[in-house]
DNA sequence: GACTAATTGCGACTATTTCGCAACTGCCGA
DNA sequence: TCGGCAGTTGCGAAATAGTCGCAATTAGTC
């Protein structure tokens, strides 16, 4: 498993809780905390929720997955390596879709070249309407 | 005062909590629930939060007041008429800068044309550093 | 001035996240 | 291989944030 070196590389004691969190995230995509929690509780019950918060801050503070605030309040945690998407969030329905980072790059050129403002497209949510709401 | 006829016309009872509650968001920009709450209580001490949740929600059906995610976690909100404009939040410093709309514009357009998508630029934070941080 | 429905205040309650602390366990060095 | 230390875990308590039910109050209408 390619995992352990990831884990050790960067530090961190590589534990089943850790281990579990970061596969638990880098399987489900998008997840909140608590659903990253439920599914590691699937082949680990004993797991405590604030492990799970703690790996999440400790795996992010590493660089290995990041958040993002997709509105309603909770963050959602991803696998770092799939963060080449943006996030289309309906307002209606709350579907999340992707769009290719490309897609906003003239957008944060115009605000780079504009206001000096650097923007993080990994951690960045657009809202409104998906396309079977605007119907 | 104007803001009876707006408060009226709306189909709402003017009550001083509901006035208070409207002019304290005009009067701070952006604000959290608790900053109004706060605001508030500077001239009515005996308002209580949940009056202030509830009127900021019944100001947001009746299109007076919107709210937007900052990032951290609670919404933040703003006078409707002052919404023409882009938040951009940095995530170094916290601080939030405004951008005009149509900086936006043609991304809004290739996320239409691309994917059908109609982003709702006014409910919609851009993350990433500010020109300060990024020095 | 009186009636009705909207609104307020209050307290309880839920959900989410954080924290302290004792017990445990990876990892390093001998 | 064994032992010790620091990093990690589990657990319960505690902040934080927002919601809800209900009785009392009050704005708007006639």
Redesign the pocket.
Known sequence: MAD?HE??DK????????EL?LSAVRELGHA???EVAEKVRAT?P??????????L??LENVGLVQHTHLGH???TYHAAEELTHLHLVCSDCGSVGDAPINAAANFVQNLADDYGFKTDVTHFAVYGLCAACVK
């Open positions: 352990k884990l050790r530090g961190l004691r590589l534990t089943p809780q850790r969190v909140t905390p608590e680990h004993g797991i405590n929720l604030s492990t799970v918060y703690r790996n801050e400790t309040g909770g963050a």
